[in-house]
């Protein structure tokens, strides 16, 4: 009776990324999509204000180490590069400080890439240690 269907995934979430001063974090749902990369790439566009993240092996001499092996990818991804934090605040004139901001993601399948328009991302307060213990 499901001849011709093809299995989807539903993952609850969404796929997003977040830039804090801590570090930039990939959900679950773009480390699943991404096929649980262990390498990806990175780029930017600052013309449309985006950045993109591509699954690569490893021999690509750009590669920027991802989702380790034995982990738990529904748990996602944290990525502590300060310069790639910087580009980012800058480009966006984001307060890192201050705020954290989310950006979500579309995943191109052609491209095995999730594409990020930090133009959309939203702005949220940092969770001051007092709100964190209740």
Known sequence: MLEGFVKIPVLSGSSFMSVTRNGINFSGNVVF???RA???????NSNEKQIAIQKCDDTDEDR????????????????NNR?????I?????WDLE???????GIYSDKDNAMIFDLKTA????KRRKEQSKR
Request: without cysteine.
């Open 33 to 35: 999509h991404l096929q």
């Open 83 to 87: 310069e790639l934090q910087q580009i």
């Open 89 to 93: 605040s800058r480009m966006m004139d």
């Open 64 to 79: 920027v180490p991802f989702f380790r092996e034995g982990a738990n990818w529904k748990n996602g991804v944290r990525v």
């Open 38 to 44: 262990e390498f990806v790439l990175f780029f930017l």
């Open 122 to 125: 939203r702005k949220f307060n």
């Open 98 to 104: 201050s705020y954290n901001y989310r950006a979500d």
